[in-house]
């Protein structure tokens, strides 16, 4: 009875009663993250397709040349991931490289584990900091020790499919423009808990899709630290990462301010560990979500300017990141209190379709997931989790993302956030990094 009073309501209200109530959802969600990815999605696919010999090509040069790779991990606390990390990079296809591995004041057995692989010849180099810099601190020390003529920055709790580096490297010799290529990042334990799962569908979108997208229309904007390979003369020209976080960002901006192009590459693929509670997911996207802010709208406000940094490219790339981040954000609760002041009365007809669309776009996107995706097979034990991502993405993700905008652009939050040293924070504060 109530199903059938609910479907008569919308038959009766019509089309437009439809767009005039939920005017957000079409105008934005539907078109950009269903309709419009799937479109660019599919020129991409085709565009690879075309450029088959080319690729093959590139990956001639790479193995003519062979190439130097210096592979460096820093990090506090990993000691339980190095060796696993390390395996991961022993089965590469790809052998021509030295890890560096930097301890930037760990207080677990880390500079006991990183010390015994360096003498077993597990990894070429193993430094530690006594005194706690901060994650750029410890990249930059193991950058100066780099000697590759590519830099591969790595999270240590991350481990590779066999090719990985081989395919974040051929990217290069496609485009000698290129300053950085980003890999794709995903999962390693979706099925963890139901916690990991949404993340797991998360990542295969935002990342394995999103960045396919951006990075196919020339707006890549984030480098993964997790993954990703750099050449090292133009991270020479850009002196390093400065302090976090969103570093990542950050630097890939500051590659692209030098006139570089930065390129995501889908075949190179890496899994990560997340956290597996939502209370450990909460903490690490305040801080991700801090960076747009610290970033994109105070360091590198200067792409929004005429000037020696202005491109038409990075104004487009930097206004696309804050247009669907912060403002389409902030329309979000726009739409919701249109609905509510307007249509208080009809609310009850209104949020059963509201839950109903997001749910349809939801199966819609991941179905684009599983038609480009190489191991689709293993991503339907993720559809069960898909009606989920309503909450998880339409509130749980959106209430982390407003607190950690509100809490940057008044507070400035960052630079007291613990996950760097407070005397790196406040330098940086400083200096305006």
Not at 62 to 73: G, K, N, Q, T, Y
Not at 96 to 102: A, L, S
Not at 419 to 426: D, E, L, T
Request: with cysteine.
């Amino acid at each position: 009875m109530i199903i059938d009073e609910f479907i008569g309501f919308w038959s009766n209200a019509g089309s437009w009663k439809a767009l005039r109530v939920f005017w957000y959802f079409f105008a934005f969600e539907l078109g950009r993250y269903v309709f419009f990815d799937f479109i660019v999605v599919l020129v991409y696919k085709c565009n690879r397709y075309l450029k088959h010999e080319d690729r093959v090509i590139a990956k001639e040069k790479l193995w003519a040349e062979l190439p130097f790779v210096s592979v460096i991990v820093p990090g506090k606390n990993e000691g339980k991931h190095i060796y696993k990390l390390v395996r991961s990079l022993s089965e590469q296809t790809y052998k021509n490289f030295e890890i560096i591995v930097v301890d930037d004041g760990s207080s677990d057995k880390t500079a006991l584990i990183g010390r015994d692989m360096e003498r077993n010849g597990l990894v070429s180099l193993f430094l530690s900091n006594e005194v706690r810099g901060g994650k750029a601190s410890a990249a930059n020390l193991a950058f100066r020790y780099a000697k590759g003529k590519y830099v591969l920055h790595l999270d240590a709790d991350c481990s590779f499919h066999r090719d990985a580096i081989e395919n974040s490297l051929f990217p290069f010799y496609m485009d000698p423009q290129l300053g950085a290529v980003g890999g794709n990042l995903e999962v390693r334990d979706p099925g963890k808990n139901i916690c990991t799962s949404l993340q797991a569908i998360e990542y295969l979108k935002t990342i394995g899709i999103g960045r396919m997208v951006t990075s196919y229309l020339g707006i890549y904007s984030i480098i993964s630290g997790a993954f990703g390979m750099f050449r090292k003369d133009v991270l020479d020209q850009v002196k390093g990462w400065d302090i976090g976080p969103g570093l990542d960002g950050d630097i890939t901006m500051k590659i692209r301010k030098l006139g570089y192009k930065v390129h995501f590459e889908p075949t190179a693929i890496g899994l990560t560990s997340v956290p597996n509670t939502f209370g450990k997911l909460a903490k690490q996207r305040l801080r991700w979500n801090k960076s747009i802010v610290r970033f994109r709208m105070r360091k590198h406000k200067d792409v929004f300017s005429p000037g020696a940094h202005f491109r038409f490219i990075n104004f487009f790339a930097s206004a696309e990141n804050i247009f669907f981040n912060v403002i389409l954000n902030i329309l979000w609760y726009v739409h919701v209190s249109d609905m509510i002041v307007n249509f208080s009365d009809l609310l009850i007809y209104i949020l059963p379709m509201n839950l109903l669309l997001y749910t349809l776009a939801n199966f819609l996107q991941f179905w684009v997931v599983l038609m480009f995706s190489a191991d689709y097979k293993n991503r339907l034990s993720l559809i069960p989790y898909l009606p989920l991502m309503v909450f998880y993405n339409g509130y749980y993700m959106r209430i982390i993302k407003t607190l950690a905008h509100f809490r940057e652009m008044f507070l400035w939050s960052s630079y007291n956030d613990p996950w760097n040293p407070s005397k790196s924070s406040q330098q940086a504060k400083r200096l305006k990094l």
